[in-house]
């Protein structure tokens, strides 16, 4: 069973950082790409960051440019999403995803979606 497990996720004061994690179980990343989407209440589901698993080739939105650092450890089959200088509007459920096309932040692109993990910005 394919499954993506999402955690790192809480509450942290504006200008904080936070690392979310997402570990993939019933599969190994290789050539897949690993993308971050966040949803917060009202909004639509958005891409934040993605990764091309085998390359290590990372993209971002451009809200997150210089603040949000994607990276993979291969031997934890594991991606992170880095986030500092965080902000109120960063507050979202962050969900990640594995998807079929290098570079694509949108979410029909992904198959294999996790639970989701809520990150808070809040003085």
């Known amino acids: 069973q394919v499954q993506l497990v999402e955690s790192g996720g809480g509450l942290v004061q504006p200008g904080g950082s936070l690392r979310l994690s997402c570990v993939a179980s019933?599969?190994?990343?290789?050539?897949?790409?690993i993308g971050w989407f966040r949803q917060a209440p009202g909004k639509e589901r958005e891409g934040v960051s993605t990764i091309k698993y085998s390359t290590g080739t990372t993209y971002y939105e451009d809200s997150v440019k210089g603040r949000f650092t994607i990276s993979r450890d291969t031997a934890k089959n594991t991606v992170y999403l880095q986030m500092n200088s965080l902000k109120p509007e960063d507050t979202a459920v962050y969900y990640c995803?594995?998807?079929?096309?290098?570079?694509?932040?949108?979410?029909?692109?992904?198959?294999?979606w996790g639970q989701g993990t809520q990150v808070t910005v809040s003085s």
């Open positions: 019933g599969f190994t990343f290789r050539n897949d790409n």
């Open positions: 995803a594995s998807g079929r096309a290098e570079g694509v932040l949108l979410d029909w692109w992904y198959d294999y």
